[in-house]
């Protein structure tokens, strides 16, 4: 699909690029609140509340299975508003996401625990959270999508980056908010302080709701629909990247992982180390938490910004490699028992995430054509959120099937990021036409990947990115 926006139309308008980037990034922080309380309650109180049955080891891996099992929406999560996105706007399906997403939210801070309704308590905890990761599996790519076909073309890094400096709030909000929900004590935080959190996320819902009901549709997404009006009808957008781009799929949901699977594991099983092997308090694992997360919303502009000046490619993959480089010394720094070596422990990881997570959603979304391009871009982010969810259970059976050690975890954080790394790499950029696309479009080549240049995957093309 190569016609230009605008053949034989009036030319299509660009929103204010930075009112849509602070639309975006409202949305994901209310994603990543949500999901981050919930996955600190999972490490926290969650064993103690749904699983008390069981002793704190069992009970713990449990609860962090909750995060895979629930998370298995997040791929069909992906289709259905990948097709909402790519069909009837992206606008409708962002609003939709989080009008889901808040709504289990709020929904997991009503549920009673084990105590009160025995076995259906876990249960209908794991199917809330399959309702929250439906919601999820079409909040991020829509928002990335949404900043990025928005934003001029020597920005869309640093204005695509906004929804991830959303995750940064998000997460700052969900620690912060727990920081100071233990401070009641934990007796009381498993009565009832964890419940604040999740009943705070309806306030944010509807802020961004607000928000999102007042922005334009995307100028690509409408150059999209133009021209494929006067075009045969095509395949649902699923179809086409199953059928067409499945090689683009997995080698960007590869290059997803680490960024994913790497954020649950510092943030689930570091703090759970941290409390139940450690001596930590509850407080000082949110706090280091919170602390990480001022990492990310500081430093994620200032890595789009240099990827927008040195290369998406490029900055992605020292922000990957640097996994391997903090895997083994963000242990030795927890293992001070000091709070400044915690606070550290969970900063560096974090750190290389941002490097590589501020401009991963821009490199990627150049890899499918705009037709198909929420739903490409949602169902590799997602179905690397669905690996990186089981993360936290896998290294904590890991941990305790090797004697409490934390070598295969570490281990584990190195493989992980170098499967990222290859799948980048083994993303080539495609040559000729793909490239002249991409420069027109305002992206380099390096946005383009390497696979057969049809109607699902023709690079960046000129009536998108």
């Given at each position: 699909?190569?016609?230009?926006?605008?053949?034989?139309?009036?030319?299509?308008?660009?929103?204010?690029?930075?009112?849509?980037?602070?639309?975006?990034?409202?949305?994901?922080?209310?994603?990543?609140?949500?999901?981050?309380?919930?996955?600190?309650?999972?490490?926290?109180?969650?064993?103690?509340?749904?699983?008390?049955?069981?002793?704190?080891?069992?009970?713990?891996?449990?609860?962090?299975?909750?995060?895979?099992?629930?998370?298995?929406?997040?791929?069909?999560?992906?289709?259905?508003?990948?097709?909402?996105?790519?069909?009837?706007?992206?606008?409708?399906?962002?609003?939709?996401?989080?009008?889901?997403?808040?709504?289990?939210?709020?929904?997991?801070?009503?549920?009673?625990?084990?105590?009160?309704?025995?076995?259906?308590a876990p249960i209908l905890l794991v199917l809330i959270r399959m309702i929250q990761s439906l919601a999820v599996g079409g909040e991020w790519g829509g928002a990335v999508l949404f900043a990025v076909e928005h934003a001029p073309p020597r920005r869309k890094a640093f204005f695509g980056s906004f929804p991830q400096v959303g995750d940064g709030v998000g997460y700052f909000l969900s620690t912060g908010v727990f920081a100071l929900m233990a401070l009641v004590g934990h007796r009381a935080l498993v009565d009832w302080g964890w419940r604040v959190p999740f009943l705070l996320s309806a306030v944010l819902v509807l802020v961004g709701l607000?928000?999102?009901?007042?922005?334009?549709?995307?100028?690509?997404?409408?150059?999209?629909?133009?021209?494929?009006?006067?075009?045969?009808?095509?395949?649902?957008?699923?179809?086409?990247?199953?059928?067409?781009?499945?090689?683009?799929?997995?080698?960007?949901?590869?290059?997803?992982?680490?960024?994913?699977?790497?954020?649950?594991?510092?943030?689930?099983?570091?703090?759970?180390?941290?409390?139940?092997?450690?001596?930590?308090?509850?407080?000082?694992?949110?706090?280091?938490?919170?602390?990480?997360?001022?990492?990310?919303?500081?430093?994620?502009?200032?890595?789009?910004?240099?990827?927008?000046?040195?290369?998406?490619?490029?900055?992605?993959?020292?922000?990957?490699?640097?996994?391997?480089?903090?895997?083994?010394?963000?242990?030795?720094?927890?293992?001070?028992?000091?709070?400044?070596?915690?606070?550290?422990?969970?900063?560096?990881?974090?750190?290389?995430?941002?490097?590589?997570?501020?401009?991963?959603?821009?490199?990627?979304?150049?890899?499918?054509?705009?037709?198909?391009?929420?739903?490409?871009?949602?169902?590799?982010?997602?179905?690397?959120?669905?690996?990186?969810?089981?993360?936290?259970?896998?290294?904590?059976?890991?941990?305790?099937?090797?004697?409490?050690?934390?070598?295969?975890?570490?281990?584990?954080?190195?493989?992980?990021?170098?499967?990222?790394?290859?799948?980048?790499?083994?993303?080539?950029?495609?040559?000729?036409?793909?490239?002249?696309?991409?420069?027109?479009?305002?992206?380099?080549?390096?946005?383009?990947?390497?696979?057969?240049?049809?109607?699902?995957?023709?690079?960046?093309?000129?009536?998108?990115?």
């Amino acid at each position: 699909m190569s016609t230009a926006p605008g053949a034989g139309t009036a030319p299509l308008s660009r929103s204010n690029p930075w009112k849509v980037a602070g639309a975006s990034m409202i949305g994901t922080s209310v994603e990543w609140y949500d999901f981050g309380i919930y996955a600190t309650a999972a490490a926290l109180v969650f064993p103690e509340l749904f699983f008390p049955e069981m002793n704190r080891a069992l009970g713990t891996l449990m609860s962090f299975t909750t995060l895979f099992v629930g998370s298995l929406g997040r791929p069909l999560g992906a289709i259905v508003f990948g097709h909402i996105g790519d069909r009837f706007g992206r606008k409708r399906a962002l609003i939709w996401s989080m009008t889901l997403m808040g709504g289990a939210t709020v929904c997991v801070g009503l549920l009673p625990g084990y105590a009160s309704i025995g076995v259906a308590a876990p249960i209908l905890l794991v199917l809330i959270r399959m309702i929250q990761s439906l919601a999820v599996g079409g909040e991020w790519g829509g928002a990335v999508l949404f900043a990025v076909e928005h934003a001029p073309p020597r920005r869309k890094a640093f204005f695509g980056s906004f929804p991830q400096v959303g995750d940064g709030v998000g997460y700052f909000l969900s620690t912060g908010v727990f920081a100071l929900m233990a401070l009641v004590g934990h007796r009381a935080l498993v009565d009832w302080g964890w419940r604040v959190p999740f009943l705070l996320s309806a306030v944010l819902v509807l802020v961004g709701l607000v928000i999102r009901s007042s922005m334009e549709e995307s100028p690509e997404f409408e150059a999209a629909r133009l021209a494929e009006e006067a075009e045969e009808k095509q395949a649902a957008p699923f179809i086409a990247v199953v059928r067409d781009a499945w090689k683009t799929w997995l080698l960007a949901s590869g290059a997803f992982l680490i960024t994913v699977a790497g954020y649950y594991i510092v943030v689930t099983f570091m703090s759970t180390y941290a409390v139940s092997d450690l001596g930590f308090t509850d407080s000082q694992a949110a706090g280091a938490g919170t602390a990480a997360s001022v990492v990310v919303i500081v430093c994620t502009p200032l890595a789009a910004l240099c990827a927008d000046r040195y290369g998406l490619r490029k900055v992605t993959l020292t922000g990957i490699l640097l996994h391997v480089v903090v895997a083994f010394p963000m242990f030795w720094l927890v293992d001070t028992h000091s709070v400044a070596g915690l606070w550290l422990a969970m900063c560096l990881p974090m750190l290389a995430s941002t490097i590589a997570y501020a401009s991963i959603g821009t490199l990627v979304s150049g890899w499918f054509a705009p037709r198909v391009r929420y739903t490409g871009l949602s169902m590799s982010f997602q179905t690397a959120g669905l690996v990186g969810t089981l993360a936290p259970a896998a290294v904590t059976w890991l941990y305790s099937d090797f004697g409490n050690s934390w070598i295969p975890v570490a281990l584990t954080f190195v493989a992980m990021a170098l499967v990222s790394a290859v799948c980048l790499i083994a993303c080539n950029p495609a040559r000729g036409a793909g490239q002249a696309e991409g420069r027109a479009a305002g992206f380099g080549a390096e946005t383009a990947c390497a696979e057969k240049a049809d109607g699902a995957t023709a690079g960046a093309e000129t009536a998108g990115l």
